[in-house]
């Protein structure tokens, strides 16, 4: 099993929608949860930044962590098409190693 | 301010060929990484550094090696390219996470895009 599974999408959602994404782990260890925002031909770019469990709110963004469950959320609310790019998700431990999830494509739709 | 940089930008090489990509930050930033993006793989860590002198390996460190001789600088070596080493490599730094009570800084480079033939 991957220490990080998200699914690959694509995702596709009209503008003005509720946007969730999701990530499971295996490795109970994770204390730190990241989101990015990939767009194509790009680097990727740090969204959220969230220690152990709970809910982070930036904007109209907002991130949540369920360690219990080992599945961590991003959601966007209203939408906008610029919101349109590879997702991914991302963890680490005490080990210094940052490991990603494989991303998810979103298409919000106009 | 520069942010993260990455050079060369593209390259082509043939099998068997070396070549060191090169990272750049400006930021005083203690951690650096190389990362490989391939179509449905994800971002895979290859190696990461915590400081000027240090490296570790990460996931998919086997045909490279680095050097953080320099804090700001960060390099990626291929020894002897092999075709499966066709892919987008990215340079990343950031601090260490602050916890709870702070907030958390990482910054990507553009990418070096490699073709081995």
């Known amino acids: 099993q991957k220490e990080v599974e998200q699914d690959p999408g694509p995702l596709s959602v009209p503008e003005g929608a509720i946007v969730s994404l999701n990530c499971t782990y295996s490795?109970?260890?994770?204390?730190?949860f990241m989101w990015y925002r990939q767009y194509s031909r790009k680097g990727p770019e740090l969204l959220m930044y969230t220690y152990s469990s709970g809910n982070k709110e930036d904007g109209r963004f907002t991130a949540q962590v369920d360690k219990s469950s080992k599945y961590i959320s991003l959601f966007i609310r209203d939408s906008q098409p610029s919101d349109s790019a590879t997702y991914l998700c991302a963890m680490s431990a005490q080990d210094d190693k940052i490991i990603f999830g494989k991303g998810t494509r979103l298409h919000i739709l106009p | 301010n520069a942010g993260v940089t990455q050079t060369p930008k593209f390259r082509v090489l043939k099998t068997g060929q070396s070549m060191t990509l090169l990272c750049a930050q400006d930021m005083n930033h203690e951690y650096m990484y190389w990362y490989r993006q391939d179509p449905g793989m994800g971002l895979r860590l290859i190696h990461y550094s915590v400081g000027e002198g240090t490296t570790a390996k990460g996931e998919v460190p086997d045909g490279y090696n680095v050097s953080r001789l320099k804090k700001q600088n960060f390099l990626l070596g291929l020894e002897s390219a092999a075709p499966s080493q066709t892919s987008v490599y990215f340079c990343?730094?950031?601090?260490?996470?602050?916890?709870?009570?702070?907030?958390?800084?990482?910054?990507f480079g553009p990418g070096t895009r490699l073709t081995v033939t």
């Open positions: 490795n109970s260890a994770f204390q730190y």
């Open positions: 990343a730094s950031s601090y260490w996470f602050s916890g709870a009570t702070g907030t958390y800084e990482q910054y």
